[in-house]
């Protein structure tokens, strides 16, 4: 018996090796690999911009070396469970670290308690959200294998819970009330009406657990349909939100002084729902056209269903579900789950059979993908070039990198500080009011208001600190500096009547700086009082 079990090993064993070695499954593993570890500490951002442009790199790499195997007369096929496994041992595997970081076995990084290797629990979420169904699709008659199921889903649930992130719960826990239901033959209807009375019950608790930051994010709606009126068929263009969002808040929360949003409000970088985003952007006609392509994919699903589409669709309902509170889209691992989902879904599709088609996106696909290798190798060594003149206050440095990275209003904001901290006060305000263009800010308009005192020009100094206050009104350091600017302009009038608003103003975060602003103003109008003179 042992005689013939030994061939019979060497084959099983033989066949897998043959799997993973396939060049696909090679460069997805590594793609997706890169896509959560990538971590580098000659860029600015060393958690979050290797990700991203190591990410693209790999992703335009494989779509060349892909295409080209393609061209060739040679098959590109993915298997599907070798990908599910890859996926479910990577998420796992995040949970994991989540999980030691919240207990102190690993130092957590940065502010939060649990991310794993995210700058953010919302990357936590979006990893694990789209990883489960993948997990899921394990589920068989073998009890081993499904040990192995539940103990991954129970890893992931609390790596959630103690990241603290209510969208992930949320759709974890339909993800699986879902399974189980369809597990046990309920009908569909009735998954319905459990699923929805579910979603109903799990969100009032999540606003009722964090109702400050729920508050938060409805402001942040509000003003972002402000934005949708003002251009609702096209929107307002690429990167929209990051260039217009702050001045719309600003605007909001001036107009209405006493609201409960005033000590809510922040400097916001992301509307916390995809589609917000989308509409701010693209407009109703871009909302229209992702409407149309779910529908099309649900569509093509239910015309040749299988487990493999299922799971897919699935993971992408998980997608769209975290898509409502959050901004899974910001990281790479997303673009890549959700590139093998699509190609899960479309692969069937018959346009997709026909040998010019093949061919003629296999074209594209090499051509593309050499131009984005090379413009992010471009792209990568100006990031690295930016570190260092930002380590070294190499102003030189810094001009030769604006061809580059002119448009990059994070750049010019940096830029424009190193500037400013050199002496070189015109010059730093070029710069700043290039980036005011790019982007609306908070900081940025600190900055300009502190650019245009020490350039003697006091009303659009009094200008930008009074916006930097309206888009933060729970803010001191504008109300600090405006009163600053009053003093040297010598209206003492004006700089008691700001004093008295500070020592007045309700604090939302204790801070040294908070404290020494209120102490600050406290003693003048105390000086004011008793000399009033």
Known sequence: MEYFAIPRLRKSLSRILRIILRPEHLLLTATMAVSIFASYRGMIEPATAPKRYFTLTAISATAVLLAVKALSGRKVDFNFRFVAAVITAL????????????????FPQGYYTATAHFDNPAGLTACLCAGSPFALSFWCRQRAVNAA????????????????????????????ANFAM????????????????????????????????????????????????????????????????????????????????????????????????????????GLALLAVAVAFLVKSVRKRPSPEKRTALSAL????????????????FIWVVSGFILWILLKDVPIFRHKAIRVTLSVG??????????????RIAAEMRWRQAYLSKDLAE???????????????????????????????????????????????????????????????????????????????????????????????AK?????????????????????QIRYKMRQALLERSTNPY
């Open 182 to 285: 369809k597990l046990y033959g309920v009908c569909a209807r009735r998954r319905f009406y459990a699923l929805a009375s579910l979603v109903v019950l799990l969100t009032a608790v999540g606003y009722l657990l964090k109702r400050g930051s729920a508050d938060g994010r409805m402001l942040i709606w509000r003003c972002s349909m402000e934005m949708i009126a003002d251009s609702p068929w096209i929107g307002h263009g690429i990167g929209a939100f990051k260039r217009l969002y702050m001045d719309y808040q600003a605007s909001f929360l001036e107009a209405r002084p006493d609201t409960a949003y005033a000590l809510l409000a922040d400097n916001v970088l992301s509307p916390f729902n995809e589609y917000i985003h989308l509409c701010v952007c693209f407009g109703m006609a």
């Open 495 to 515: 700089a008691v009547v700001l004093a008295r608003q500070v020592v007045n103003k309700t604090v939302k975060v204790k801070s040294r700086t908070v404290t």
């Open 91 to 106: 998420c796992t595997e995040e949970a994991v670290y989540a999980l030691c970081q919240w207990t102190g076995i690993v």
């Open 365 to 378: 696909l090499v051509a593309v993908g050499i131009v984005a290798v090379l413009c992010l190798h471009f």
């Open 398 to 492: 810094y001009d030769r990198l604006v061809p580059t990275m002119g448009k990059t209003p994070f750049f010019l904001y940096n830029y424009a500080v190193v500037l400013d901290n050199a002496g070189e006060k015109e010059r730093s305000l070029a710069v700043a009011r290039r980036c005011d263009g790019l982007m609306a800010n908070y900081d940025l308009e600190l900055l300009l208001g502190d650019l245009y005192r020490d350039n003697r020009n006091f009303k659009k100094s009094e200008s930008h600190y009074r916006k930097a206050s309206a888009m933060c009104p729970c803010r001191f350091v504008p109300l600090n500096q405006l009163y600053d600017l009053y003093l040297l302009e010598g209206d003492t």
């Open 317 to 332: 309902y998980c997608i769209g579900g975290v898509s409502l509170f959050s901004y899974p889209f910001t990281y790479p």
């Open 149 to 176: 199921v539940a103990m991954c889903m129970t890893l992931m649930f609390l790596a959630l819970a103690v990241s603290h992130s209510r969208t992930g719960v949320i759709v974890m826990s339909i993800l699986l």
